[in-house]
């Protein structure tokens, strides 16, 4: 359980915790967001789309979200002077990117030929690889003798309800030796796995596949 507990603070913390931290809220308007519970709840909705379109967009797509995110922040959001001003400019963004997250095209593949399972790509590998090393040094490093994730290749979102699986085909090291491998977790199970030598499943259809059996749903 404290395994389970601390995996998901880990990979909450790097992939999506909610926008900025409370305690270190220095504005007028941060301060305003932190003291509303509705408009938090909202700051945190928002943040977790934004977060997860930079995940799964192509970096030239997702710079021109980036630029209208900070523009919003500047001209809308702290242009409020009221709570009702920020819900309203919260409730906008919020279907704003939602909209955008739904147009990005989602792939599926067949569980036994019968069950079509739907799953993202994902471009920020850099994310996913932070969130192995998170995971894995808690406790299953150690026990198999593995050094880190160096970098990912090719990775996955596969979302589940309240739970989010991340699988990506990667270069671990191993005793100072490097090899690729199948790599998985996910933010609120525990689940975490490595396949050494995944030679036959070097492909976006065999991340999914190896994140579904390994680290998918609860």
């Not at 040094?137 to 994730?149: A, C, L, N």
């Not at 199970?189 to 991340?207: A, D, P, T, W």
Request: hydrophobic share 35%.
């Amino acid at each position: 359980m404290i395994h389970r507990l601390a995996i998901f603070l880990l990979i909450s913390q790097s992939a999506f915790s909610a926008g900025f931290d409370c305690k270190k809220a220095s504005s007028t308007i941060e301060k305003n967001i932190c003291a509303d519970p509705y408009i938090s709840i909202s700051d945190e909705s928002m943040s977790n789309y934004y977060k997860k379109l930079r995940l799964c967009l192509p970096p030239g797509e997702f710079d021109l979200i980036k630029h209208e995110q900070r523009q919003w922040i500047k001209n809308v959001r702290n242009a409020c002077t009221t709570n009702e001003c920020l819900k309203n400019a919260y409730s906008k963004r919020i279907k704003a990117l939602n909209y955008k997250w739904h147009d990005i095209e989602k792939l599926s593949f067949g569980e036994d030929g019968s069950t079509s399972l739907w799953f993202w790509k994902v471009y920020d590998t850099q994310t996913i690889t932070k969130s192995f090393n998170a995971t894995g040094s808690i406790y299953y490093f150690k026990k198999h003798g593995i050094d880190k994730v160096k970098s990912c290749d090719l990775g996955v979102y596969m979302p589940f309800k309240i739970n989010q699986s991340f699988g990506g085909l990667c270069l671990i090291e191993k005793q100072g030796k490097t090899s690729k491998a199948m790599v998985c977790n996910d933010t609120a199970i525990g689940h975490f796995r490595i396949e050494e030598n995944s030679g036959e499943k070097q492909s976006l259809i065999g991340v999914a596949s190896f994140t579904y059996n390994n680290c998918f749903g609860g």
